[in-house]
């Protein structure tokens, strides 16, 4: 994964974390609040980057901003920041890229930010899924991103103002060299009239600004407390409620943390310490609970402080999530623990992985062949909006409109069942009339990696490669692919369906299907809808080696 500006070090978390724990049923009893219900207090924020463009958006910075490491060529493969792929179907508009087509065969294509229809469907899911305030991030606006995060700021605005959602800007000072003079002048001539607007967050009656990033014991951060404690009471002076953004040992100033900030840290409304990269298990959340964010509450409530903990949905990429259980598990010992807010890391962070903005499903709606998870990586088939219910249920549960409970309440899809349009060979047993030396099994076509493929006995037609797709029910049609930098070759085959895996019918073919670099090494059969369990692919020819060769296979219903 490309480093971003919030890559930091991963904490160790030593032991079994549940050897330590009291029953989860048990609760601490929460500390009193500082400051009563308002935009943060009570709520749901969740942070919103805001910052992907494409060509031809007409955004100021120009290129695929955040899309690509070289912003000026177009995303593929070997050019990317992003480890997890959009869900497109509700944006008007998508903007084409270099990445092969997706499983199902549809152009690979990306949103931009700077598209106010884009701005406004992601308000829109914050209205509909229960996130009740945006907290817009803004890193140094006095660089060449400036003037696209000024349009930014404005078409946020609108969308909240559209949809009775809340935003609030939180400066991301990385890098930010004259952090100090510059965000109280960019507050003051620019940011500051936002607060104007109806939707603009307000807790105890006040504007609400974050700063993230004080503190960090990393070279992207290094100022010094005076410098930091002078901001916060500057911002404080012109009326402002102000979050701190810290590091996760801020209490401690320890690990991710710079010693000599307490009184910086103690400056502000509300704290909110960063989790993201902390950890990847159930275990080190409970952990967490235990050792980190109960004494941390006691020390917020001790200085008349405000806990906003982060609480995320985990890395997708990484394996994290466990359909679902990291999320629930994390929102469940925040709202247990008390907490008088939550921050959701992060809304639309594809680059980090753990976005909760509706992503793709499957590796239908994947880029094929590029590694890229999809939300059924664990075999758990997942809705495009399930991370959305879940924050929808831990919102609920946060404002007491549902009992507190350890069981994760929101079902991976609406009813159970499969989400429509899924790959149903993704996963599944699959075997062959033979494999040539080496790691070349069956299975390779079925593991969502392109790079792995099956390759039968080298000088020995026919062969055969067939899936179990574990349950009788209509199949129409089949993604096959080669491994994406292959020459282009035309395998003669035929594809083959039945319902115990023994008598087959014919359902398409013999027929020379032509695998092209050009096209992406893929190829599409469709036919008739034909009730089957086991799909067979029959070769009998192969133009560029002397066997049967697949390195994905995917079925679909329609």
Known sequence: MAPTRRTLIRSVVAGSALAALP????SPTPAAAASPPGDVVG???VGYQGWFSCPGDGAPIGGWWHWSRDRFQSPSPANTTIVSWPDMREYDRGYPTAYPNLGDGRPATLFSSYDQQTVDTHFRWMREYGCDTAALQRFNPFGDEGPTRDAMAVKVRSAAERFGRRFYVMYDVTGWTAMQSQLKEDWATKMSAHTASPAYARQNGKPVVCVWGFGFADDGRPFAPAACLDVVRWLKAQGCYVIGGVPTYWRQGINDSRPGFADVYHAFD?????????????DGLDWFHANVNVPDLADCAAHGIDYQPCVMPGDLSAGHRRHGDFYWRHLYNMVRLGAQGLYVSMFDEFNEGNQIAKTSETAAATPAGTGI??????GTACSADYYLRITADGGRMLKGQLALTAVRPTPPVTGGGQPPGGDLAAGRPASASSQQNGPFGAGNAVDGDRGTYWESANGAFPQWWQVDLGATGPAARL??????????????????GGT?????????GPVGVRFDPATGNQA???FTATPVRYLRVRFTGNTGWPAGQLAQLSAYAA
């Open 23 to 26: 029953d989860l049923a048990l």
């Open 43 to 45: 709520k749901v924020s």
């Open 270 to 282: 509300m704290l909110s310490p960063w989790m993201v990269g902390r950890t990847g298990t159930l």
């Open 373 to 378: 998870r999809a939300l059924d990586e664990d």
């Open 479 to 496: 993604l096959l692919a080669l491994p994406a930098g292959w020459e282009a070759r035309t395998q003669t085959l035929s594809v083959q």
């Open 500 to 508: 115990d895996g023994t008598t087959f019918t014919t359902l398409t």
């Open 524 to 526: 599409t059969l469709t």
